[in-house]
Nanobody, 111 residues
Framework: QVQLVESGGGLVQAGESLRLSCAASGIAFSNYAFGWYRQAPGKAREFVATINTGSRTNYADSVKGRFTITRDNAKAMVYLQMNSLKPEDTAVYYC?????WGQGTQVTVSS
């Protein structure tokens, strides 16, 4: 059974950092690209970052230079390091691969 479980969200002040984690199970992890997406209240879900099987990364313009996506194939984990957080980063963050999504983790940034 394929499962993605996010963790690491929380409430922080603007300018602070958080690291999100995504634990994947039930798949041959190293064979897949993964992504992070987010959804703010009243808004559509939006792309944040992706990492492919060769660890090549891609970022939304809104997070470029502040967020870093990484993967650990040995642990079947994907991470999103978020620095210099802004109130507009407030959202539920989801881990994704293919058509599979985690349950999300809430990130709230206060001004």
């Amino acid at each position: 059974q394929v499962q993605l479980v996010e963790s690491g969200g929380g409430l922080v002040q603007a300018g602070e950092s958080l690291r999100l984690s995504c634990a994947a199970s039930g798949i041959a992890f190293s064979n897949y690209a993964f992504g992070w997406y987010r959804q703010a209240p009243g808004k559509a879900r939006e792309f944040v970052a992706t990492i492919n099987t060769g660890s090549r990364t891609n970022y939304a313009d809104s997070v470029k230079g502040r967020f870093t996506i990484t993967r650990d194939n040995a642990k079947a984990m994907v991470y999103l390091q978020m620095n210099s957080l802004k109130p507009e980063d407030t959202a539920v963050y989801y881990c994704q691969f293919g058509y599979n999504w985690g349950q999300g983790t809430q990130v709230t940034v206060s001004s």
